[in-house]
Nanobody, 116 residues
Framework: QGKFVESGGDLVQPGGSLTLSCSVS????????MDWYRQVPGRERERVAS????????EYVEDVKGRFTISRNNALKMVYLQMNSLKPEDTGWYYC?????????WGQGTLVTVSS
């Protein structure tokens, strides 16, 4: 069973930057696409970024394009989300997961709060 441990969330001012990390275990990490998701209270969890198994293909939801960068290190079984030019609407819980492994439980997430 896959396990995801997210970290790096913090309180940051608008315009600031954060890097989130996700440690993965329990499956062969290097063959799976990995996603970062965001959940805001009262709204459904949404995917914000995706990266292919070898890292060559990256996709982003429209409102984070040009500001967020997803990356991965297959040797370390880690996936990252570099977030720049943060906005208050980026506030939420952030989770990583593989979309192909929908039986794995969600991690605890990491909280990002963008506020002055």
């Amino acid at each position: 069973q896959g396990k995801f441990v997210e970290s790096g969330g913090d309180l940051v001012q608008p315009g600031g930057s954060l890097t989130l990390s996700c440690s993965v275990s329990g499956f062969i990490f290097g063959v799976y696409t990995m996603d970062w998701y965001r959940q805001v209270p009262g709204r459904e969890r949404e995917r914000v970024a995706s990266i292919s198994p070898n890292g060559t293909t990256r996709e982003y939801v429209e409102d984070v394009k040009g500001r967020f960068t997803i990356s991965r290190n297959n040797a370390l079984k880690m996936v990252y989300l570099q977030m720049n030019s943060l906005k208050p609407e980026d506030t939420g819980w952030y989770y990583c997961r593989s979309p192909a492994r929908n039986l794995d439980p969600w991690g605890q997430g990491t909280l990002v709060t963008v506020s002055s």
